[in-house]
T-cell receptor, first 112, second 112 residues
Framework: DAKTTQPTSMDCAEGRAANLPCNHSTISGNEYVYWYRQIHSQGPQYIIHGLKNNETNEMASLIITEDRKSSTLILPHATLRDTAVYYC?????????????FGEGTQLTVNP | EADIYQTPRYLVIGTGKKITLECSQTMGHDKMYWYQQDPGMELHLIHYSYGVNSTEKGDLSSESTVSRIRTEHFPLTLESARPSHTSQYLCASMGSANTEAFFGQGTRLTVV
């Protein structure tokens, strides 16, 4: 699985958009970009994933650059409950034997 | 709502005791994972399984062992607990579509 690079920490004001970047310059053609978050010490929660097109669901939007070497997770209206560690993972969806590993992630703090 | 359960949620045990942490899922997922995480630190993959009778070691060396005799059950055993095993242990599962991993609530283990 391709390696990802994320900033260690970010701050965001409540009600504003939170834009979390992720670099994955060695991504392969069959690898997807997944985002998870971990609130306090709960188990990580899946947010969204995408291959090359931008994706949106009820939680967030995922913007993937045309060369697929980087992506941005967007929380459009951040709330205090969005304070968490956000993990960007690159993984081949069809590879049943692929282990699921998490890096250090980005600690997002939403301030009142 | 994810149907993956870990027991116990909290466990305090003496050094040298044998313990088994339970993880069960009712989603029929073939892939299951165990992670170890200290407070404020990274999630480390310690064991994973692709299906019944398949187990693999993860990225972080662990003295624990696992078994996968049934699809829904993936217990983790420590033959002789030590204070260095004090940590949170998180279990996860993923289906054949490889889309989303579901996590249990975790077991906080303290070895005294």
């Amino acid at each position: 699985d391709a390696k990802t690079t994320q900033p260690t920490s970010m701050d965001c004001a409540e009600g504003r958009a939170a834009n979390l970047p992720c670099n994955h310059s060695t991504i392969s053609g069959n690898e997807y970009v997944y985002w998870y978050r971990q609130i306090h010490s709960q188990g990580p929660q899946y947010i969204i994933h995408g291959l090359k097109n931008n994706e949106t669901n009820e939680m967030a939007s995922l913007i993937i650059t045309e060369d697929r070497k980087s992506s941005t997770l967007i929380l459009p209206h951040a709330t205090l409950r969005d304070t968490a560690v956000y993990y960007c993972i690159v993984r081949a969806k069809e590879t049943s034997g692929s282990r699921l590993t998490f890096g250090e992630g980005t600690q997002l703090t939403v301030n009142p | 709502e994810a149907d993956i359960y870990q027991t116990p949620r909290y466990l305090v045990i003496g050094t040298g005791k044998k313990i088994t942490l339970e993880c069960s899922q009712t989603m029929g997922h073939d892939k299951m994972y165990w992670y170890q995480q200290d407070p404020g630190m990274e999630l480390h993959l310690i064991h994973y399984s692709y299906g019944v009778n398949s187990t693999e070691k993860g990225d972080l060396s662990s003295e624990s062992t696992v078994s996968r005799i049934r699809t829904e059950h993936f217990p983790l055993t420590l033959e002789s607990a030590r204070p260095s095993h004090t940590s949170q242990y998180l279990c996860a599962s993923m289906g054949s579509a490889n889309t989303e991993a579901f996590f249990g609530q975790g077991t906080r283990l303290t070895v005294v």
